[in-house]
């Protein structure tokens, strides 16, 4: 696993998140290190669940499990979807979307799954 931020202006701060897993597993991948909104969500995987699986990102706080956040998406993503399509993920409303420093966000699979090679990728922006 694998995580990167990217700074992509220094005028209207705001950052790119990516996350990579070699295989599906359901895992908190970022911490922030100060308060952001969430803009964009993007997600991609190698290998398809080939069953009923989806995909959430979201937000933990607190000492909150996987199982136990808020869903960023208000529909989860495909799991089963074709392979190496970006699928952009449609957000729910503000407050969900609002991350305080020190929440984190997870990657959650409603299924157990065979799902591999994920790529996510968040934009974000300072609040």
Excluded: C, W
Excluded at 18 to 36: K, M, T, V
Excluded at 42 to 55: D, K, L
Excluded at 105 to 116: E, G, M
Aim: net charge negative; glycine share 10%; hydrophobic share 40%.
């Amino acid at each position: 696993m694998a995580v990167t931020t990217q700074r992509v202006s220094t005028q209207n701060s705001k950052f790119i998140i990516n996350h990579y897993q070699p295989s599906g597993g359901d895992e908190a991948f970022f911490i922030a290190p100060y308060d952001l909104t969430i803009k964009e969500v993007r997600y991609v995987h190698g290998t398809a669940e080939g069953g009923a699986s989806t995909v959430q990102i979201e937000r933990l706080q607190g000492t909150e499990d996987v199982t136990a956040g808020d869903d960023l998406l208000s529909t989860a993503l495909d799991g089963n979807g074709a392979v190496n399509t970006v699928q952009a993920g449609a957000l729910l409303g503000t407050g969900v979307t609002s991350l305080n420093q020190g929440d984190r966000l997870a990657i959650y699979y409603s299924a157990s799954t065979t799902v591999a090679e994920i790529a996510v990728t968040i934009l974000a922006e300072q609040a």
